[in-house]
């Protein structure tokens, strides 16, 4: 049994050898884009076939709490591509009949100037149907703090097997195809690109902390937080039988649900890293920051274009056309 369960190890270590950093591992799609869920024990599967030996509680656990919730749910379905197309075609005919509505006055009947009205009705209610989606487009390449910043967990547990995650769709054949990615990365040499490139600006470390402020203060996660207060739930057991309600079941559901909505307190967490930590620690924070980005933008082939860079002087240590950590410098240190 040790003797099979060595080759395994050297099996696993030889077959994960292969792949290269950015290269696309696993992916699994949810069922249908109405009910937006992945089946996370079936995406393990496709990695342990891989030679990925991950444990339910760095994969499945985190992955739960990130994309399993009712409310991140209900937003991957009106955030997803198929929803915002059937919201553009609603969109257009709502255009259309506002704009026909308002200066259908100055008709004088003519069937010439009708059908002149209505390609102008349609000219118009087409170029802002398309302004409005072509906003909705660049603002998706942003990160996002429903599903990007929900899985920063999930890569902090799954960059120890050099597997990073993020979800990204689109519409194929009419049809929303919504996807989890398991991308092979090896964050070590990124690490250390990035930390050298810390230190390099590290004469102007106020500079620096004035560009994560403009370019991560409005990342906040607000998060409810709550206290139960061990002195509410005494009071009740030292009253007198006599006095005590005769309907227990309905005392301790009103009780508990008064101490939840007394006690319940929001905090916000910022994602900025503190700058008077040491270069090593912001990279990493930084790195895991954009991590479900980076894999949204590399999948769907929406990075931007690499900096120029002068011959021999490459960082890029992924198979894209910007690394990890390239990518960091352009959105945050640049």
């Not at 990365?185 to 470390?205: G, H, K, M």
């Not at 890293?273 to 930084?286: E, F, H, K, M």
Request: charged share 20%; aromatic share 8%; net charge negative.
């Amino acid at each position: 049994v040790c003797v099979l369960l060595l080759l395994l190890t050297v099996f696993s270590d030889l077959w994960t050898g292969v792949f290269l950093s950015g290269q696309c591992v696993a992916s699994v799609s949810t069922s249908t884009w109405i009910t937006p869920t992945f089946d996370f024990s079936h995406c393990r599967t496709l990695l342990e076939t891989k030679g990925f030996q991950i444990p339910a509680e760095d994969f499945e656990g985190p992955l739960r709490l990130a994309l399993d919730h009712p409310s991140v749910r209900r937003y991957l379905l009106f955030n997803s591509n198929i929803f915002n197309v059937i919201m553009a075609s609603v969109l257009y005919v709502v255009l259309w009949c506002a704009v026909y509505s308002t200066i259908h006055m100055y008709l004088d009947g003519s069937t010439a100037e009708f059908w002149v009205l209505c390609l102008c009705v349609s000219l118009v209610s087409v170029i802002l149907t398309s302004a409005i989606n072509l906003i909705f487009h660049y603002s998706n390449r942003e990160i996002n703090m429903n599903t990007d910043v929900r899985l920063v967990g999930v890569n902090e547990h799954t960059v120890r097997h050099k597997l990073l995650l993020g979800v990204a769709d689109w519409v194929q054949k009419c049809r929303g195809n919504l996807q989890l990615f398991c991308v092979y990365w090896d964050l070590s040499p990124c690490l250390i690109s990035l930390t050298e490139a810390l230190n390099d600006t590290s004469f102007v470390r106020d500079q620096v902390q004035n560009k994560l402020k403009k370019r991560m203060s409005h990342l906040v996660l607000v998060t409810e937080v709550t206290t139960l207060d061990p002195e509410t739930g005494v009071q009740d057991e030292e009253l007198p039988e006599e006095e005590q309600p005769l309907l227990v079941e309905g005392r301790e559901r009103s009780a508990s649900t008064s101490q939840r909505e007394d006690s319940k307190l929001t905090k916000n967490f910022s994602l900025m890293p503190d700058t008077t930590l040491s270069n090593q620690v912001i990279a990493q924070q930084l790195l895991m920051t954009y991590s479900a980005l980076y894999v949204r933008l590399l999948v769907s082939n929406k990075l931007p274009a690499p900096p120029q860079r002068p011959t021999g002087a490459g960082k890029n240590h992924s198979t894209s056309c910007l690394c990890l950590c390239e990518y960091v410098e352009l959105k945050v240190l640049r």
